[in-house]
């Protein structure tokens, strides 16, 4: 599980990696400024990238990257977006 913090000035994630119920790290980053915008990240690590990138590139749902749709998938996964405009979550 992971735990990401946000108050009106500071955005925190613990670095938590786990495979199955097994710890396997402790500094997974899940915390990314790209271009002003933070990302914040909680679910299968490989998807952040592609999900920043599906962000950057209008977050339509039609282009929404595949293994990245939630409907039936016990893993799951947040994509918290903060930027001038406020804080998103997807």
């Known amino acids: 599980m992971t735990t990401i913090a ?9 670095g938590m ?8 790290g402790l500094n997974q980053r899940k915390l990314r400024v ?3 915008v933070i990302y914040a990240f909680a679910g299968i690590t490989p ?11 209008g977050a339509s749902v039609e282009s929404l990257p595949k293994g990245a ?22």
């Open 69 to 90: 749709d939630k409907e039936g998938d016990d893993q799951g996964w947040t994509l918290v977006v903060i930027d001038r405009g406020g804080i998103a979550r997807f």
């Open 47 to 57: 998807m952040f990238d592609v999900m920043v990138k599906w962000h950057q590139e």
């Open 17 to 24: 990696r786990t495979w199955g119920s097994e710890i396997r």
């Open 6 to 14: 946000i108050d009106d000035t500071t955005v925190a994630a613990d």
């Open 34 to 36: 790209c271009g002003g």
